[in-house]
């Protein structure tokens, strides 16, 4: 699942330096923002100690301070899709990283999420996507919030939209997803609702899964950042 799960994967597969097991413990205490013990990570994510090692130095080289601000993540995410405008998702995507809604995002509000879209189960994955479209955080997904989120994913894949981005097709694709998610006509999509309509309809779950790849970046590999190859 795109940049993130491919480079992952290769760096973990790859021989690295001989390190003394003090150096990895102490490199882990040198930022500002000090991040959970690895052991703790590993066991809240689903990731090894090792790879909680990789994703951690990538993490400090590009954030020596331990946090990530919207500015800076919208920059890094930007380099995903430089044929399109990403801001707009990076902002929704960051607020969705930023679980405690303080304006920056830590090593394990990063790790924690990404274990999620990563490796978690189907379950995990659409209640995390459901979050990043509740965009108010009331509960409920409305119209208004999923186009949004739509119509930022089109802004972000910018030239490369195919066939060819017209006007109304953002509300289009919104119009089918509350046909068939909004069970009861409220107006408004239930985090069941979201989840039910997703895994009984094949069409739907593709394109939840595109949203994933989007989210991680897989169509853009190569122009990501050094710490997430």
């Given at each position: 699942m795109g940049a993130v799960v491919g480079t992952l994967t290769m760096q973990t597969k790859q021989r690295r330096p001989s390190r003394d097991k003090a150096d990895?413990?102490?490199?882990m205490t040198m930022v500002c923002h000090r991040p959970e013990g690895l052991e703790q990570l590993e066991a809240q994510t689903n990731f090894t100690k090792q790879e909680l090692q990789i994703l951690y130095r990538g993490f400090k080289n590009e954030c020596p301070s331990g946090v990530v601000n919207e500015e800076t993540f919208k920059h890094i995410y930007a380099q995903f899709f430089p044929h399109g405008d990403a801001s707009?998702?990076?902002?929704y995507l960051f607020n969705?990283?930023?679980?405690?809604?303080n304006g920056s995002i830590k090593f394990k509000d990063f790790v924690m999420g990404l274990s999620i879209l990563l490796r978690g189960t189907l379950r995990e994955k659409l209640e995390w996507t459901f979050h990043l479209y509740d965009i108010n955080r009331d509960g409920y997904i409305n119209r208004e919030e999923m186009t949004e989120i739509v119509r930022a994913i089109y802004d972000m894949m910018g030239k490369y939209t195919y066939p060819a981005l017209k006007g109304d097709v953002p509300q289009?694709?919104?119009?089918?997803?509350?046909?068939?998610m909004d069970?009861?006509?409220d107006g408004v999509v239930t985090l069941e609702e979201f989840v039910i309509a997703c895994q009984e309809d094949e069409t739907m779950m593709r394109s939840m899964q595109l949203f994933e790849n989007v989210i991680c970046g897989l169509d853009a590999a190569k122009n990501a950042p050094q710490w997430l190859k």
């Open positions: 990895d413990e102490l490199e707009m998702y990076a902002h969705a990283f930023d679980t405690t809604n289009q694709h919104v119009d089918a997803f509350f046909q068939k069970k009861n006509k």
